[in-house]
Every structure is written in C-alpha cells, then in structure tokens.
Nanobody, 125 residues
Framework: QVQLEESGGGLVQAGDSLRLSCAVS????????MAWFRQASGKEREFVASVSPSGLNTGYADSVRGRFTISRDNDKNMVYLQANSLKPEDTAVYYC??????????????????WGQGTQVTASS
C-alpha cells in the first residue's frame, strides 16, 4: 500500500503564507501524478493543484493560480504546496492525493487512488 501524510497546516492571518508537505511512502512515487485537494466545512472536496510524475508539469485551480505553487522532490518522496497570500476562503482541510496511473491533469478526486488524512489550514481576517 501507499501511505500519504500531510503536514504544515496551521492558523495564519490573511495575507500570510504556509508551506504544506506531503510525505509519500513506496518506491513507485516517481510514477505517481500528485495533487492537492481541499475541503471546507460543509462543502465538496475541490481540486487545488497537481503535478506530473516528473515534476515538470503543473495545474492549478483558478482560485489559487498565481498564489499557490505545487512542487515535488522525487529523491525524497515529497510533495509540497507553497500557499501564499492566503485568504479566508482558503480555509479548509488540505489533502494530498496520488494517482498510480500518473494522472495529474484530471481534476476529479475519483482519479486519485491514494489519499492522506489531511491538514487543516485556517486563514483568518
């Protein structure tokens, strides 16, 4: 099995930044498409950002484009989400997800096979 564990969430003021990390177990990490999703209380889980297995291609939700950056370090089996200029509407549980089929362009949660437990991000006004 593949295990994902997020970290780096917290309570910040609007305008501040956070760097979320996702540690991924397994030796096939280099073949996984990776993504970040988020789910605010009472709302549907939504796509945030994704990165191809090589790390060379990325995609972003319109709501975070220009503010968030996804990256990965295949030598360390790590995925990151640099979240800048946080807004109250960014408040959510952020989940790291992996696609064993290498998906990264597809924005639907169903296309991702493995999920972490999430880390809470709260941006207050």
């Amino acid at each position: 099995q593949v295990q994902l564990e997020e970290s780096g969430g917290g309570l910040v003021q609007a305008g501040d930044s956070l760097r979320l990390s996702c540690a991924v177990s397994g030796r096939t990490f280099n073949n996984f498409g990776m993504a970040w999703f988020r789910q605010a209380s009472g709302k549907e889980r939504e796509f945030v950002a994704s990165v191809s297995p090589s790390g060379l291609n990325t995609g972003y939700a319109d709501s975070v484009r220009g503010r968030f950056t996804i990256s990965r370090d295949n030598d360390k089996n790590m995925v990151y989400l640099q979240a800048n200029s946080l807004k109250p509407e960014d408040t959510a549980v952020y989940y790291c997800a992996a696609s064993s089929k290498g998906y990264y362009r597809n924005k639907l949660p169903a296309n991702y096979d493995y999920w972490g437990q999430g880390t809470q991000v709260t941006a207050s006004s």
